[in-house]
């Protein structure tokens, strides 16, 4: 089992930055894909970033240019820094990560949802 605890959510202004974290612990660990995903009410979650083991990252275009992702891989942990926030940015976050346990005696992948947390974006 995987716990995920988010953090960095809150209420910025137009143009404001905020920084979301997400840390991820388990029994001997092993992470692969670290993804950010974003739901507003009555729409589906969406995509926002992710980020392989190796660092490789994509991005929402609408947030091309403005959030980067970044992971720590000893501490198991994936950033989100978002700048030049706009009130459609406004959502609930949700850290998604693709980890095995007990790695690695297992070698089987689940796939592993935080909590959410909001962000809201408003003068």
């Known amino acids: 089992q995987v716990t995920l605890v988010e953090s960095g959510g809150g209420l910025v202004q137009p143009g404001g930055s905020l920084r979301l974290s997400c840390a991820a612990s388990?029994?001997?660990?092993?992470?692969?894909?670290m993804t950010w995903y974003r739901q507003v009410p009555g729409k589906e979650r969406a995509l926002v970033a992710y980020?392989?083991?190796?660092?490789?990252?994509n991005y929402a275009d609408s947030v091309k240019g403005r959030f980067t992702i970044s992971r720590d891989n000893a501490k198991n942990t994936v950033d989100l820094q978002m700048n030049s926030l706009q009130p459609e940015d406004t959502a609930v976050y949700f850290c998604?990560?693709?980890?095995?346990?007990?790695?690695?005696?297992?070698?089987?992948?689940?796939?592993?949802w935080g909590q959410g947390t909001q962000v809201t974006v408003s003068s």
């Open positions: 388990g029994s001997n660990l092993r992470i692969n894909d």
């Open positions: 980020i392989t083991r190796s660092s490789i990252t």
């Open positions: 998604n990560v693709d980890a095995i346990t007990n790695w690695p005696w297992n070698t089987r992948a689940v796939v592993y």
